[in-house]
T-cell receptor
Framework: GQQLNQSPQSMFIQEGEDVSMNCTSS?????WLWYKQDPGEGPVLLIA?????ELTSNGRLTAQFGITRKDSFLNISASIPSDVGIYFC?????????????FGKGTLLTVNP | GAVVSQHPSRVICKSGTSVKIECRSL??????MFWYRQFPKQSLMLMAT?????????EQGVEKDKFLINHASLTLSTLTVTSAHPEDSSFYIC?????????????FGPGTRLTVT
């Protein structure tokens, strides 16, 4: 099925650095969700965005819903070792009977202590 | 809140046998649950959408007779992999949506690692 363009595919950073990743699409989404997945676990919801231009924070995480509704980014400030994992964006067009999330391919984050 | 559990977390079965995986929403009612499959280092692939009390909707390319889904209650959905083959080995993850909150958020279970020998 269709997937979102998520970049970068992987990142290797030092502890304390800031991180930015983004998702883009050729079509409009009405909701953006960001998830983190640890190895061998299910994804955990980090942030949900519902309005174009919306900027939402969750601790050291900040995500924005692009004005065009075709993109979203996630920033992590002052990274720590437990930030390691795979981050997925997910877009939703229809919240009704045709509800279906479209996922990005993920960004693998490695944090060196 | 919004906790989803899966059982078992890991299962090893012999080729030709069937395996059932349970997905439960622990603190909310989930009229809709979803089943995903994930291969190593890849994204989640939606297999089917399961609505309580009705037949599941399968994604293109997913064999409904092989992956049987039952959603008999507002808190339980099951996925049965029938006549399992080694190529069915994968990480299966369920998720659920809490309709009562009117949110569009989807909450995932911890996943089930299936190995078919």
């Amino acid at each position: 099925g269709q997937q979102l363009n998520q970049s970068p595919q992987s990142m290797f950073i030092q502890e304390g650095e800031d991180v930015s990743m983004n998702c883009t699409s050729s079509s409009i989404f009405n909701t953006w969700l960001w998830y983190k997945q640890d190895p061998g676990e299910g994804p955990v919801l980090l942030i949900a965005l519902y309005k174009a231009g919306e900027l939402t924070s969750n601790g050291r995480l900040t995500a924005q819903f692009g004005i065009t509704r075709k993109d979203s980014f996630l920033n992590i400030s002052a990274s720590i070792p437990s930030d390691v994992g795979i981050y997925f964006c997910a877009g939703l067009r229809d919240g009704g009977s045709n509800y279906k999330l479209t996922f990005g391919k993920g960004t693998l984050l490695t944090v060196n202590p | 809140g919004a906790v989803v559990s899966q059982h078992p977390s890991r299962v090893i079965c012999k080729s030709g046998t069937s395996v059932k995986i349970e997905c439960r929403s622990l603190d909310f009612q989930a009229t809709t649950m979803f089943w995903y499959r994930q291969f190593p280092k890849q994204s989640l692939m939606l297999m089917a959408t399961s609505n309580e009390g009705s037949k599941a909707t399968y994604e293109q390319g997913v064999e409904k007779d092989k992956f049987l889904i039952n959603h008999a209650s507002l808190t339980l959905s099951t996925l049965t992999v029938t006549s399992a083959h080694p190529e069915d080995s994968s990480f299966y993850i369920c998720s659920a949506r809490d309709w009562d909150t009117s949110s569009y958020e989807q909450y995932f279970g911890p996943g089930t690692r299936l190995t078919v020998t």
